[in-house]
């Protein structure tokens, strides 16, 4: 049965360009793009009609006429009805590292590719984390342009960085968005050498809290013989961060551990020694997730002889600060990524996980609930030239969560 439901990931494609309203100044054409029951309906039965749909055909019905896109972005339909919409299967946004960030986003539900493009930002090379219906990205050049945006209804504004950062070597970008308020916080890990001491690695964490407008850094570490990197994830009010070994290391040594910090604590519990938690074998492109507040990493498996060489890809779950392995990516699927570069990315929501090889469009999806892997259909971005790059990552789609 797993067979039947199994598609290669060259399957073909149309995508939908996502549409908006453009004001219509002839009253006669916006007649005839009406609906035929427009005149007919009181607002609050269009509002409970059209709650009823996908967030995508909420958010193109704003273009069937003026009356629908008033009542689409009125604040009674985005605070009363879709507020109340279950968590949405989480989209993907893939697009090429060698242009401008335009590309296309895979809805999982529907099977369809979508076209749009990031506010925002000019660039791709960013880092980037989302979070109920926002996503958050800091330039990788600089690291004091950051945006927090809702990809969905192009919305977005622009963080002040933190007054005491410093250009690190290493940072890791997060955001957690609380579900009723849609408050959000955004951490950012920042991990630089200590002068002349490669073993020796600072670590400060800053915390912005969009309801008070402000950064506040709680807490700093001085790593020996570990520094940070570029991955963190908040889940359940802890945030986590993957460090990695600076040391010679062999093969059956452990080359990454996981370090947390309780949000919500007004001290630090940045301890390595008390709380470091070693990753459960030889790991590349190791990722964390936040899967309904369940902390879930997914990376590449080691070869004995050659860790940095990966032989299948693995999931696993954290219970009680012990990982439990979930499922590893079954061959067929692992070749089905053609000439697979030993580097690829992963993204996570909900109960969905994402997995793309950066050097070509295939996309994979494991569902965490059913326990199976599924391609996506074929993206409709073509590569272009031998070395093009591809990256991406997903994002629950949401209308009334903005920045």
């Given at each position: ?12 494609q149309?995508?939908v ?6 004001e ?8 005839e793009?009406s ?10 039965i269009?509002?409970r009609i ?7 055909s909420?958010?193109?019905a704003?273009?069937?006429?003026k009356?629908?896109?008033h009542?689409?972005?009125?604040e009674?339909?985005l605070?009363?009805f879709?507020?109340d919409?279950?968590?949405q299967?989480?989209w993907?946004?893939?697009f ?6 335009v590309g296309?986003?895979y ?6 590719w ?13 880092f ?10 800091m ?5 004091t ?5 809702n990809?969905?209804t192009?919305d977005w ?5 933190p ?6 070597d ?8 609380d ?5 959000y ?5 920042q ?5 002349g ?5 600072d670590?400060?964490?800053h ?5 008070t407008?402000s950064?506040?850094s ?8 570990w520094r940070?990197g570029d991955?963190?994830i908040?889940c ?6 993957l ?5 010679v290391?062999?093969?059956s040594e452990?080359?990454h ?16 020694f008390r ?7 030889s790991?590349?492109?190791g ?7 369940k902390?879930?990493?997914v990376g590449?498996?080691g ?16 219970h ?11 061959h ?5 990524f053609g000439e697979?570069d030993?580097?690829f990315?992963?993204s ?11 050097g ?6 494991f ?16 590569k272009?030239?031998?070395?093009q ?6 994002f629950?789609?949401r ?5």
């Open positions: 049965m797993a067979d039947n439901w199994v598609m290669h990931p060259y399957e073909e149309r995508y360009p996502l549409m908006t309203y453009q219509n100044d002839n009253a006669e054409a916006d007649r793009n609906a035929p029951l427009d005149h007919v309906l009181p607002d609050d269009l509002e059209l709650s009823l749909l996908p967030v995508v909420i958010f193109r704003r273009a069937v006429c009356r629908w896109n009542v689409v972005n009125s009674r339909f605070l009363s879709t507020a919409l279950p968590p299967k989480p993907y946004f893939m090429t590292g060698n242009e401008d960030p296309f986003a809805d999982p539900i529907l099977r369809k979508y076209g749009i493009d990031l506010p925002c930002i000019e660039t791709t090379n960013w980037i984390a989302s979070s109920f219906g926002l996503v958050c990205f330039d990788n050049d600089n690291r342009r950051l945006f927090v945006c990809p969905i192009k504004t622009q963080l002040r960085p007054s005491d950062v410093i250009l690190p290493y940072s890791a970008l997060s955001v957690s968005v579900r009723r308020s849609h408050d916080t955004v951490t950012l890990i991990t630089k050498q200590v002068p001491d490669f073993q020796r690695w670590l400060s964490i915390i912005y809290d969009s309801d407008r950064w506040v709680p807490a700093e570490e001085v790593l020996v013989g940070g991955e963190s908040i359940d009010g802890v945030l986590y961060c460090i990695y070994s600076t040391g290391v062999n093969s452990t080359r551990a996981l370090i947390m910090y309780d949000l919500n604590s007004q001290s630090s519990h940045m301890s390595l709380t470091s938690i070693p990753v459960p074998c790991l590349t492109c990722r964390l997730m936040n899967l309904n507040e902390l879930v990493m590449g498996i070869k004995p002889d050659r860790p940095d060489i990966i032989k299948g890809i693995g999931i696993w779950e954290l009680k600060r012990e990982w439990r392995e979930v499922s590893r990516m079954p067929r699927y692992f070749q089905g697979f030993d580097v990315a992963s996570g929501t909900d109960d969905l996980i994402y997995i793309q090889s950066y070509a469009p295939a996309l994979l999806a569902d965490m609930n059913q326990k199976q892997w599924k391609w996506a259909l074929k993206c409709p971005v073509t272009r030239f031998p070395l790059l591809f990256t991406g990552f997903s629950e789609p209308l009334e969560v903005n920045p």
